[in-house]
């Protein structure tokens, strides 16, 4: 993990390897930002002029370097692109400055320490630069660099580049209780981000429900997080069918994870309920060609839901937070479920499988329906489900659904405060009669058309009666396959922690909704 610190020192005195600094899209040409002012003057107050005859804009997420001019201590200036100057007495918004830094710290990978210079009007500032900056410098390089060699002097020499090391925030006051307060609490954040991120972008042969299972109950033990594993055993005598009718097609067997953090000055409690298909080939019902590539992500809403829980207890968060890992391995064999089974789930609920490769809400109904027996204040679930929430939203959005409208605008809200784009989406009734099974009570498929709320419909099903809850479809934005961008990577994002961190920390302190 990048190491974090706040410095008070100049931008002309301070040590570096690369000093960041902000340039924004003035009416006439780009703008030095706030906190660039040292550099500038190195430049003779020519900054924006030298970055406009190299082609730079200020369009956001714009990178230009440049050599450093005498007068400064580091080799090398980063300006990044922040968009629009904000208007009078206006400052920049906080997911701005965010993706700044993020695409500042991405251009910086190979680097040890850089200095960042942008505006930080304020503690939410300093959150939103250090939070970009952490997440930026995300890599997953477990796999690479096998056929590195050290050299004498102890440079390795064909392995991939390292992450940036240091990140010093400049203008953010080390003694200052809120500047460090969000100085942790974003390093905290952005760490069990990146957690996810690399259990998500882990290989299928190696991330098993059994080895997931190992991850979250170690690092759940070394935060005082207790933790209950139901192994295959105990999932047959316990009565999950869903859970164990997903997986009895793999060598690998299912298990069901749950995490418990409590506060003793809590007075709400939420339950957080993940999906994770450590591996989705659609079962019987096989994904065609071209489909299977990436489905080690399927697991995104279980690695979300960790890494929230270990979030809230490291931040020390006055409200009890429990979280569901309903881990599988979605494998076509002779011993799968088929099309045409009918499993009876934890609930007692009889369900007619149409389709094996919509097996995320079989495994979540049962762990929702076991989260609804602590009858929680409100239950969240976090799932890639389904490829028409992508259809619908795109690749970077996530679709909310819940039973109480207030609580999915708040949901909504809150996600859009954190930078996760979302969009609240209806759950309508009229589409639940396509679930209708001459079979069993109900079948894990309905019509195509609007699949996404079928699905939502479908868990709905399996909540407690009385319970406030809502379902997360972040099948769009838990993997990317383009170019990163802003702070967000090649590979696994980490979608949907950032909201539940924040739904979490709005319910300790009483501000929800």
């Known amino acids: 993990m990048t190491a974090l610190t706040l410095s008070t020192a100049g931008a002309a005195t301070l040590r570096a390897d690369a000093l960041v600094v902000g340039v924004a899209k003035g009416p006439k040409g780009p703008v030095a930002a706030a906190g660039a002012e040292a550099v500038d003057k190195a430049f003779d107050g020519k900054l924006a002029s030298v970055l406009e005859a190299l082609g730079a804009s200020g369009g956001e997420g714009e990178i230009t370097k440049l050599p450093a001019p005498a007068g400064l201590k580091v080799p090398v200036v980063l300006a990044v692109g922040l968009g629009s100057v904000p208007e009078k007495d206006e400052s920049y918004d906080e997911e701005t400055l965010r993706r700044a830094a993020g695409a500042a710290a991405r251009a910086l990978h190979g680097t040890k320490k850089a200095a960042f210079a942008l505006p930080l009007d304020d503690a939410s500032a300093v959150t939103a630069v250090a939070e970009g900056a952490l997440l930026g410098a995300y890599a997953f390089t477990a796999y690479q660099g096998g056929e590195t060699k050290t050299s004498k002097n102890g ?109 003793p000055k809590a007075v709400k409690t939420l339950a957080f309920v993940g999906k994770g298909i450590t591996y989705d080939s659609g079962g019987i019902s096989l994904k065609p060609a071209g489909h299977n590539e990436t489905m080690k992500c399927d697991m995104a809403g279980a690695a979300a839901v960790f890494a929230s829980v270990v979030a809230a207890a490291k931040l020390g968060l006055q409200v009890n937070v429990t979280g569901w890992l309903a881990l599988a391995e979605n494998m076509p064999s002779g011993s799968a479920t088929k099309p045409g089974d009918v499993l009876r789930m934890y609930s007692g609920k009889t369900v007619e499988v149409l389709n094996t490769d919509a097996e995320g809400r079989l495994v979540l109904g049962d762990a929702l329906t076991k989260a609804s027996e602590d009858n929680p204040d409100a239950i969240v679930d976090v799932a890639t489900l389904t490829g028409a929430m992508v259809l619908a939203l795109g690749d970077r959005t996530f679709g909310v659904m819940a039973n109480d409208d207030a609580f999915r605008t708040s949901i909504h809200e809150i996600a859009e405060e954190v930078g996760e784009a979302s969009w609240p989406m209806p759950l309508p009734q009229d589409l639940r009669k396509s679930m209708d099974s001459p079979t069993a009570d109900i079948a894990n498929m309905g019509v195509r058309m609007g699949g996404g709320l079928v699905a939502g419909l479908f868990l709905q099903e399996f909540v407690g009666e009385g319970i406030t809850w809502a379902h997360l479809d972040i099948a769009g934005p838990a993997f990317h396959e383009g170019a990163p961008y802003g702070y967000t990577p090649k590979g696994g994002t980490g979608s949907a922690v950032r909201t539940l961190v924040r739904l979490a920390e709005r319910t300790a302190t009483g501000d929800l909704g």
């Open 155 to 263: 440079d390795k020499n064909g392995g991939p580049k390292q992450p940036l090391a240091e990140v010093a925030l400049l203008g953010a006051k080390p003694r200052d209780k809120e500047h460090k307060a969000a100085a942790e609490r974003a390093t905290v954040v952005a760490t069990e981000v990146n957690i996810a991120r690399d259990l998500v972008n882990t290989p299928p042969n190696d991330l098993t429900p059994e080895a997931f299972a190992a991850v979250a109950s170690a690092a759940a033990k070394e935060n005082g997080v207790k933790v209950q594993v139901l192994d295959e055993k105990a999932l047959v005598k316990g009565g999950y069918g869903g859970i164990m009718g997903v997986g009895k097609g793999s060598e690998n067997p299912p298990r069901l994870v749950k995490l418990t953090y409590t506060h």
